[in-house]
């Protein structure tokens, strides 16, 4: 995996596409003193091995167009048409700030609104965190319990709003745990049984490690398990 900096706004390009990219190639820099942060070491638990530098959206070329019925494309085409939407109902910087919170795009805040959220100590808002799902979730089950579902459909439809929103966040190990306890919850209720949290917890803990085993031996996800 290859981490891309680009200095401007890529237009065009969606997972599954292939491009041609002209670059600067690196490799993470590893520590340079004694008892430093090893980025590099940081940046292996995340599978990203490369770094491409001196990137303009003109050193990007698209070579043909990934199919439309991927997952990851679909998965593309929400997060956008969800970005488009909020720029649309509340626009300005408000809606780069929910698309960061609410889609995890992080990308759209410039320098100025990181750096305030930095100082004042509340960076770990804009992190999609479980906190962000069970909000979520449930005020998804307090609309869809007014009449849109009733009796079984309501769970199997939180189950699939769960699931897909999980998706859209690109699945950061907190979501993946909130995520696994409500859907575990709501095969309880389909099945007839209760869901009991210590059992749920752990299951969460095995999809965790499923997904992203390096992230087990990082503090925030030990933390996020804890809490």
């Not at 292996?44 to 019925?69: A, C, D, H």
Request: overall charge positive; some cysteine; glycine content about 10%.
């Amino acid at each position: 995996v290859a981490l891309v900096d680009v200095d401007g706004h890529v237009l065009g390009v969606r997972a599954g596409d292939k491009l041609r990219v002209y670059a600067l190639a690196t490799k993470p820099n590893a520590p340079l003193n004694p008892g430093e942060f090893d980025y590099a070491e940081y940046q292996r638990g995340r599978r990203i091995m490369t770094r491409l530098r001196g990137l303009f959206p003109e050193n990007i070329q698209v070579l043909e167009k990934g199919p439309w019925w991927h997952w990851r494309t679909l998965l593309a085409m929400v997060r956008d048409r969800g970005n488009w939407e909020l720029h649309r109902h509340i626009g300005g910087r408000r809606a780069s700030l929910a698309a960061a919170i609410l889609l995890g795009a992080r990308e759209q805040l410039n320098a100025e609104q990181n750096e305030g959220f930095l100082v004042t100590g509340t960076i770990h808002v804009l992190s999609i965190s479980g906190v962000h799902v069970g909000i979520l979730v449930y005020g998804f089950f307090l609309i869809a319990r007014t009449g849109i579902w009733r009796g079984r459909s309501l769970f199997v439809a939180t189950f699939a709003f769960t699931a897909l929103y999980a998706l859209l966040t690109d699945a950061q190990p907190p979501v993946v745990r909130a995520a696994v306890l409500i859907i575990l919850m709501c095969v309880a209720r389909l099945m007839g049984r209760q869901a009991l949290g210590f059992n749920s917890l752990a299951a969460a803990a095995l999809a965790v490690a499923a997904w992203d085993p390096v992230s087990l031996f990082s503090a925030g996800t030990q933390l996020s398990f804890l809490a």
